[in-house]
């Protein structure tokens, strides 16, 4: 069985610089485990490794699709298993890193056995969203899959309806993620998991949010926003409406900030569940050893 390395954990918890640097302790390679990070000239706001960054260590499954387009597990599996086979194939160390739950559990397990989409169902839930709210429609997840809902956030439309319609099935998503996270393991991984204190962690998304508004986001937004015109595309990394909004005068910056830097805080915390539910995680507290970490990796 092919042996990997995994860096998970929340956002903004350090996973790009520690795969950066036990890559170039043990000749590695990264493969990109964040959804967000998929979508070509939207790099600013999803914290995408910079170039310095990738000349630094090679870097796979960057800027895959535009926005808009779409981008699921399945296909990410696809993806990540040939760049997995070429590391290997030049004798380097393959390290996965990113945070999203979904990605990595895939790659590790393969991929959730679901319905497949229901047209019909889905243009009654968004005409419902449109109508009542998308937080309405949240509530109604709440009350058949809560464990999807605290996952989801309020105004996740594309994967609030996803939920219903898994759940409408007759067994829900959560109920389908729970059986699937013990299959068998299609890689021999060292997983582990960055894990800074809850008060660390949100003042370092707050600085790095700061930062993302004056770096450049706001030029991506007006990109999209030139792009796209009033009707940007449903499913889009967190900030990016909020950015656009502010683009085109409709939220003063300050205001916009703050919302971000709540929804990264909400979007760490459901990182943080479903990392928990993943067996074998190894949590490490920061600063990570790297040096222990590359040995480890090396007597494997």
Same mark, same amino acid.
């Given at each position: ?15 790009t610089?520690?795969?950066i ?22 790099d600013?706001g ?5 170039? @310095? ?23 990410f ?7 997995? @086979? ?21 790659l ?10 229901d ?10 969203? @449109? ?16 464990a ?5 956030? !309020?105004?996740?439309l594309?994967?609030?309806?996803? @939920? ?20 068998e ?5 060292l ?25 450049g986001?706001?030029?991506?937004a007006?990109?999209l ?11 889009? !990394? ?16 300050a ?21 928990r ?7 490490l507290?920061?600063? !990570? ?5 590359a ?6």
């Open positions: 069985m092919q042996r990997i390395v995994v860096i998970a954990g929340p956002t903004g918890s350090g996973k610089a520690l795969a640097a036990l890559a170039q302790r043990v000749g590695g390679e990264v493969v990109n485990a964040d959804s967000q990070q998929v979508y070509r000239g939207l600013v999803t914290a995408k490794p910079t170039a @310095a960054e990738r000349a630094a260590a090679p870097h796979h499954l960057l800027d895959l699709v535009e926005p808009g387009e779409g981008m699921d597990a399945a296909r599996v696809s993806l990540a298993d040939a760049a997995i @086979a070429g590391i290997a194939a030049r004798g380097r160390v393959a390290i996965v890193a990113g945070g999203t739950g979904l990605y990595v559990r895939a590790l397990h393969g991929v959730v056995e679901a319905p497949g989409r047209p019909a169902l889905r243009a009654r839930l968004e005409d419902e969203a @449109a109508r009542l709210g998308r937080p309405a429609l949240h509530a109604r997840l709440a009350a058949v899959d809560p999807a809902a605290a996952r989801i956030g !309020p105004n996740d594309v994967r609030i309806v996803r @939920a219903l319609e898994i759940a409408a099935s007759g067994r829900t998503q959560s109920e389908r993620f729970a059986a699937h996270a013990f299959q393991d299609r890689y021999d991984a997983l582990v998991a960055l894990a800074p204190a809850r008060e660390e962690l949100h003042r370092r998304i707050d600085a790095r949010v700061v930062e993302m508004f004056h770096a986001v706001l030029d991506e007006r990109s926003v030139a792009r796209f015109g009033a009707v940007l595309p449903t499913k889009l !990394p967190i900030g990016y409406p909020e950015a656009a909004a502010c683009v085109r005068g409709e939220l003063p910056l205001e916009a900030i703050r919302r971000v830097q709540v929804a990264h805080r909400r979007y760490a915390r459901r990182q943080v569940i479903w990392l539910r993943e067996p074998g995680v190894e949590w507290a920061p600063p !990570p050893d790297v040096d222990a970490l040995r480890r990796v090396e007597m494997r």
